[in-house]
Structure formats: structure tokens, C-alpha cells
């Protein structure tokens, strides 16, 4: 649980950190464009649909006109500035706005939250950055100041002001929807048709970098989620294993000291009584170690792995012979109705597997009831089916069956009592064979398990 909050609270601070620096980072773009524009004092653009001439203009000569074509208007910082958030805007990408306490042009005029913000502002350097959540979505604001410059007066002189007077400033909001930016869905032909506005001062390489910190972000977000995923599946892991083998080995000890403390008291048959379940209790601490053993040399890759053309029949026949004792203890018949089939198959994995959930069936069966083995072609695969008339399985877990946290140990229908960890070693098994394994049940009806193979 503390790996869990850590990792959620490092992610919310990154999310929050990332908004913060990337409305830095659009800021600073944004200044050197509205300087830039300011340092030429008179930039030109070709008069068009969309590009107007600005009634606000403070400047003489306004437009240049010869012919229809060649008509040109004069762009100033605060005009461009609107026209580049109006394009923005349309994108659905962010959203900026130029403003001031005393603007020339009524749409620079601030809200009330950038009122309040821009009369704090002491310096250059002052930055306000606010996050504002409501309940579908979290808001990032952010505002930086403009001071005059020697460059700004040219339009702004008439107003009174001064050089390193605040001349306004840049509020950019970022949006977030959960735990996503709704403006990173943004395809990237759209991010670089609107970053080619600030071509001229640089904008490819500011682009760059901006969409390297996007993806270096998701590639973080995305380690760790599987970190968290990894740490849950270990310590459920851990938990089961250290119960598995703590049951076994205590029981161990304690049939030792009674025999060893009370030797003389016992009678020959509770002596023999004793060192059955010794045996009982060895047997299943072995088991698990070896089950243990072969999954970390399965996940390691250095458990040998030699598919082979095989006849599924033959390897179902030798698994029930295997099994006949063990069901004919329970009065359980077994049945084999598989067909001749050649798979590619490691013969020791599929024998386990088919054993596992023989042996499982059995462990689940009361004493009369059948297994019966099945197989059928699909396709270019063999599948494979084991059915019992036991308990059946409960819906709610069905689903988690094969992970990690479902393999604690459930004694059987005759107490029988098993590793807990087969049908895990089953998936493991199946899945290195490039096929899949499944179940259908019904509680007190029985069980079928379903694995594929590729076949020959």
C-alpha cells in the first residue's frame, strides 16, 4: 500500500510540475515573438480574408496599398498576439491571452482573475501558477508579466507609459481531464501547422524539445504504472509463497519434536501415523519448490524449452494411467475421449499441464463423480479440454483464477491440500507454447478447462 501512495503521489507531482514548466516554456516563446515583433517596429503582412488592418493601429501608415495582391498591413505585438490565441483557440490546444490594466484594444482587457494577479507583479521574474480543480477536470493557470521596453513605445508611448513599466502580461491556461492533458491528444502535424507561426525566431528547434518533454513524460507515466502493477504481483506473490511454505514446514517441525519428545509414549500405529504425515508434509513442501523452481526458470528463460512433434492421445493416456490410483481412491472415474492429433509441444510442459488440472479435478470431485479429457481442431491449433463434476467455481472468480493473488491453497472435497500455485504454472506453461487457457463453471454443477496448441 505505501509503494502504491508513494507512486501515485510522485505521478501527481510530475503531472503538476510538467503543467508548470510547459506554461513556462509557452511563455517564454510567446515574449520573444511579441519583442521580436516590437524590436522591427514596423512588420508588414499581405491583407487577406482573415488578416484584416488594425483599427487600434497607432502608426501612419497603416496599410500599404498598389494593387489588390500586393496590399500589406501593418501587424503590431498586441495585434499579432491576439491573432496567433484566436488560431490557437480554434485548435482546441491551450489557451493564452495578452492583457493589461490598461489596454489599447477592448479584447485585452483582463478578467477578474488576471486583474488581481497582474497588480502583484513587482519584476520581471514574478510568476503566479494556480491549479483550480473542479470535479471532471483540473485547470492550470498560469501568468507571467510583460515590462515596457524601449521597443514598446512606439505603440504605447501615448499611454504614459515608460521603460520597465508593467506593460501587461501573458495568462495561459492549461486543461487537464483526469490525469491527461486534453491538449496533448493533439496530433502532431496540428502542433507544428500552429508552432510554424513562430518559424522565424526558432520555433523548430522549441518545438522539438517541447515534444521530447511530452514523450519522455508518457514513457515515465508508463514505467510507472508498470512498476506499481509489478510491485502489487510480487507482494501478492511473496505473501502466498511465504504462507504455502510456512504450513508444511511448521507442520514438519512439529510431528519431529512430538516424535522425538514422546518417542517411548506412542503406540507402534501412532508412531507410523506420525511419519505418514511427515512424509504428507515433505512431500508438499518439495512440490511447491519444485513448482517455485520451475516458474523462476520459466520467467529467467533458462528452463529448457524443446517442442516436439507429439501425439496429444498418447500424452493424455500416460497422464491418466498416471492419475488412475489417485481417482480411484475417490471413486472417480476417468475418461479419455481425445482424438489422434500431433501437436508441437514440450512433452514435460504439457504433461504438466494436463496433469495439473486432472489432479485438480479430482482434488474438487466428490467421491462417484468422472473426469473426462476431450479434444477437438480449431483452426490450426488442437484444443484441449478437462471436465469434472465437482464443486464448480465461483463467478467472481472465475476472472482472477490464473493470477497471482487467487492461488492460495483450497483444501479439496477429501481435505486434500496442494501448492496453490498449479494452475499459475499452467498459464505459464500454455502461454510458452504460443496458445491460451480458459475455464467455464458452474458452482456445484463442475469445471472445464480449455488450453490450445499449436498443431502439426
Known amino acids: 500500500m505505501s509503494a502504491f501512495l508513494l507512486n501515485v503521489y510522485v505521478l501527481r507531482k510530475n503531472m503538476v510540475h510538467f503543467a508548470q514548466t ?6 517564454n516563446l510567446l515574449s520573444n515573438v511579441l519583442y ?28 500599404i496599398v498598389e494593387n489588390f495582391s ?33 489596454p489599447i484594444h477592448l479584447e485585452n482587457m483582463p478578467d477578474e482573475w488576471e486583474t488581481k494577479v497582474l497588480q502583484t507583479f513587482r519584476n520581471a521574474d514574478d510568476r503566479f501558477f494556480e491549479k483550480i480543480k473542479t470535479k471532471d ?11 515596457i521596453n524601449k521597443n514598446c513605445l512606439t505603440c504605447h508611448a501615448a499611454q504614459g507609459y515608460k521603460i520597465n513599466d508593467l506593460g501587461g502580461g501573458f495568462s495561459i491556461n492549461t486543461s487537464y481531464l483526469g490525469d491527461r492533458l486534453t491538449y496533448t491528444s493533439t496530433s502532431s502535424n496540428k502542433l507544428i501547422i500552429i508552432y510554424s507561426i513562430f518559424l522565424i525566431v526558432g520555433i523548430i528547434l522549441l518545438y522539438y524539445i517541447e515534444t521530447l518533454s511530452k514523450r519522455n513524460r508518457l514513457a515515465i507515466e508508463t514505467k510507472h504504472k508498470e512498476l506499481q502493477d509489478l510491485n502489487a504481483a510480487k507482494d501478492k506473490f511473496i505473501s502466498i509463497v511465504a504462507h504455502d511454505l510456512k504450513t508444511p ?5 512439529s510431528l519431529s519434536e512430538a516424535l522425538s519428545v514422546r518417542f517411548d509414549e506412542l503406540s507402534e ?17 518439495i512440490d511447491l519448490l519444485n513448482t517455485l ?39 472417480i472415474s476417468q475418461k479419455n475421449q481425445t482424438d489422434e492429433y500431433y501437436v508441437k509441444a514440450d512433452n514435460n510442459m504439457i504433461s504438466a499441464v494436463i496433469r495439473n488440472l486432472v489432479v485438480n479435478g479430482i482434488k474438487f470431485t466428490h467421491p462417484g463423480g468422472q473426469i473426462i479429457v476431450k479434444t477437438e481442431k480449431a483452426d490450426h491449433k488442437v484444443i484441449v479440454s478437462i471436465t469434472d463434476t465437482g464443486i464448480g467455481i465461483a463467478f467472481e472468480k472465475k476472472e482472477r483464477i490464473f493470477g497471482v493473488d487467487s492461488n492460495k491453497s483450497t483444501t479439496g472435497t477429501a481435505n486434500e491440500t ?9 498459464k505459464e506453461y500454455v502461454e510458452r507454447h504460443g496458445g491460451k487457457i480458459w475455464l467455464e463453471s458452474e458452482v456445484g454443477v463442475g469445471t472445464t478447462f480449455f488450453f490450445t496448441l499449436p498443431i502439426l
Open 418 to 426: 496442494g501448492t496453490g500455485l498449479g494452475l499459475l504454472l499452467c
Open 22 to 27: 510547459s506554461s513556462e516554456s509557452f511563455f
Open 269 to 285: 500405529e501412532e508412531r507410523r501415523s506420525y511419519i505418514d504425515l511427515l512424509v504428507e508434509s515433505a512431500k508438499i513442501h
Open 70 to 102: 500586393d496590399s500589406l498591413t501593418i501587424v503590431n505585438p498586441a495585434f499579432m498576439m491576439r491573432q496567433i490565441a484566436e488560431h490557437v483557440d480554434k485548435k482546441k490546444i491551450t489557451h493564452f491571452h495578452i492583457t493589461s490594466l490598461n
Open 293 to 331: 523452481l520451475d516458474l523462476s526458470r520459466l520467467r529467467l528463460g533458462s528452463k529448457q524449452f524443446d517442442p516436439e512433434r507429439l501425439d496429444i492421445r498418447k500424452i493424455v493416456t500416460e497422464v491418466l494411467e498416471q492419475t488412475k490410483l489417485q481417482a480411484q481412491q475417490k471413486q
Open 36 to 63: 521580436w515583433n516590437a524590436q522591427h517596429g514596423k512588420v508588414y503582412v499581405p491583407i487577406t480574408e482573415t488578416m484584416r488592418p488594425n483599427s487600434h493601429s497607432p502608426f501612419s501608415r497603416r496599410d
Open 249 to 253: 514446514a511448521a507442520n514438519i517441525e
Open 137 to 147: 477536470s483540473i485547470t492550470f493557470r498560469f501568468m507571467a508579466p510583460l515590462f
